[in-house]
Each structure stands twice: as C-alpha cells, then as structure tokens.
C-alpha cells in the first residue's frame, strides 16, 4: 500500500475492538498494525519498520485509541518481515507486552544479526547463480541489509505452535511460503491475514533453496489452507490493504497473477535462459529494490518449474541456464498449480 492510509475501528460479532493503526514503514510505503481489545486483552498485532516516522505513528496511533504502550499486555507477530516487526526495537523498552511469534521466525526477532548474516550470504549465492555480476550483486546486498539495519535484536517471550496456535482470544494458522513463520490470526468473524493476499500483485517470493518454508509450493498450499480456514468470516484485515470481505476473490486473484507471471516465464524460456534474463522477459527493466525483488520472485518460479519437471538445466559453467521442457502447455501451468494446492 502506497500512499495515506486511514485510521479505523472494527468490531468483532461478539464485541472486541479492533484499532486499526496506519504505520509508514518507508517512504511512501505503509503498513497496518491493530490493536485487539477483548476482555484483560490489548494486544498489537504487527508494529511497523521502526523507522521514525513509523514508530510515531504508531504511538499517535495507540493515543487515538486510548491506551499507551504499557497498557498493551502482548505484541503478536503475523510474521518476521522488517516491514511488520522492526518497531520492536523501539516498543520493547516502553512496555512489558509478552512478545510473540511462530518458532520458525524466532532467530529473525532474537538473533538478528547471525540470521541477517547468514540469509545475505544465501541471497549473495542465488544472486550470483542468477547470472548478475558481483557489483549489481553488492548494490542488492547493500539495499537488502540496510532496510533491516534499524533493527536491534528483541527476546521472543512465546511462541504459537507451544501455544497450540492459540493465544488469548486469537486463533492462529501457519502458512509458510511468503515468511517461514507467517501465520494468520481470527478473532470470532474477523481474520487478520497478514501478507498472505496484497492487492494487484503476488506477494513476495523467494526459492526455499534460500531459506526453509520459503517458495511457491509452500505459498500455494498455504493459500489452500487459508481459503479453507477462513470460511464463514466476514471481515478480512491485511497488512498493507484495505478492508476485504471476499477473501475466495482476492486468493483468486493472487492465483491468476502467478499464472500470468509464470506463464510469461515458460514462454521466454524457449531458448536456454538464466533466472535474471527470464526475469526481464517477465518483470521488464528494474533496478533499485524492486530488482531485488521480482529477481526473488523469478527464482521462486524457476524452482518450481524445476521440481516440477517443466524445465532442464542447459548450462552450468558457474552460471545455471534453464530452458522449457517440450511445448507451451494449453493450460499446463494452471493445471499444475492447481493440482499442487489440491495436493
Ligand atoms: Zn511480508
Ligand atoms: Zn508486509
């Protein structure tokens, strides 16, 4: 979600209030984090980049609401992207809220920096397989770290598989492939969805091969489980969109865009390609952070193609080449990921 965002208030069927707080988590770049009040309950799900700017709005937020940091009694993570946890850094000395979050995305909360370290290492090894060069690999390496470099390290206080995904009124989901620990949350009717679903794109994506509980076949069976999870809701609270009350239209729509992207990938890939040459047949001319992001998203692509036997290795000289296996498919890639979420 790009520019303002509104403040709002919701109410579950059986009376708890939610505070919907809007965060500029970058420049022109916001996110949602809520406040959840029901019964001895105030808990803030998400808390922004802790940039400036997001960690005033969110007290301003809180204000709006009527509580201060030290009425909050937990801090609930939908998952460990610095965009939805980098606020706690700055939250953590002004409250003493339980700080939760799935165990997968534990070292990311506690262990920033070895976590930080190790995955730029893996991003630098993909980036270079990718077949960029070493001063387009830097100059992503150098964006990829520096949105995370505000962060300090937090204790995680729970987590919610020890909690049978249960923690005070909320009932949690894990849906891994966006974020290892992503997990949605509902509250009587209302679901709080997280990234799972962003409108008009498919959320971001990188290879399992980079980290565990990453990649498209972990996302796509995730989207399965929430649209089965989430029946009978009836109000849907992202973290970057407006409200939704269709959430059958919008996991739709994020199939649809994955389809065309890869549809367009499998087109180009008639001739032996690397991962970053598929990715300007697809995604055009990028640079900067959205480079670093939709070559992520290709290698998402590309793996699944491979372990699902559509694509072969043509080259490995240091730089892996990748080219279609047989014809375009009529619909082959639609009835392969549709089979994969049916799985
Ligand atoms: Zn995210
Ligand atoms: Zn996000």
Redesign the pocket.
């Known amino acids: 979600m790009s520019g303002p965002a509104a403040y709002a208030r919701f109410e579950s069927v059986n009376g708890a209030v939610i505070h919907r707080l809007p965060l500029e ?1 970058f420049p022109n770049f916001w ?1 949602y984090a809520y406040l959840v009040l029901k019964d001895e309950c105030r808990i803030l799900i998400d808390c922004g980049s802790g940039t400036d700017p997001s960690h005033e709005n969110l007290l301003s937020g809180l204000q709006r609401a009527g509580l201060a940091t030290s009425d909050l009694t937990h801090i609930l993570l939908t ?1 460990a ?1 610095i ?2 946890y980098g606020g706690l850094s700055q939250l953590k000395p002004l409250t003493d809220a339980k700080i939760g979050c799935h165990e997968l995305d534990v070292p990311t909360i506690s262990d920033h920096n070895e976590k930080l370290d190790s995955m730029a290492m893996r991003h630098a090894s993909f980036l270079i397989e990718a077949g960029l060069d070493q001063e387009t690999v830097d100059a992503l390496l150098g964006i990829y770290r520096f949105t995370k470099s505000f962060y300090r390290s937090v204790p995680v206080d729970m987590t919610y598989e020890a909690h049978e995904l249960q923690i005070g009124p909320l009932e949690m989901i894990h849906l891994p492939g966006h974020c290892a620990g992503h997990v949605a949350m509902r509250l009587d009717d209302i679901i709080f969805c ?2 799972m679903v ?1 409108e008009g794109v498919t959320p971001h994506l990188f290879p399992r091969s980079i980290s565990p509980y990453n990649g498209l076949d972990h996302y796509l069976a995730s989207l399965e489980k929430l649209q089965i999870w989430s029946h009978g809701s009836r109000l849907i609270l992202s ?2 969109d407006d409200i939704k009350t269709d959430l059958s239209t919008s996991i739709e729509a994020s199939h649809q865009n994955i389809i065309h992207r890869m549809s367009k990938a499998v087109e180009a890939l008639h001739v032996p390609l690397t991962i970053a040459e598929v990715c300007t047949a697809v995604y055009g001319e990028t640079d900067g952070y959205q480079k670093l992001l939709v070559i992520e998203k290709t290698g998402a692509y590309i793996e699944y193609f491979d372990k699902h036997g559509m694509i072969e290795v043509v080259s490995d000289a240091g730089i892996k080449k990748y080219r279609r296996l047989g014809g375009i498919p009529d619909d082959g890639i639609l009835s392969k990921l549709k089979y994969t979420v049916i799985e």
Do not use: E, I, N, W
């Open positions: 988590a996110v998952h992207h965009d939805h997280g990234d962003v973290g970057h």
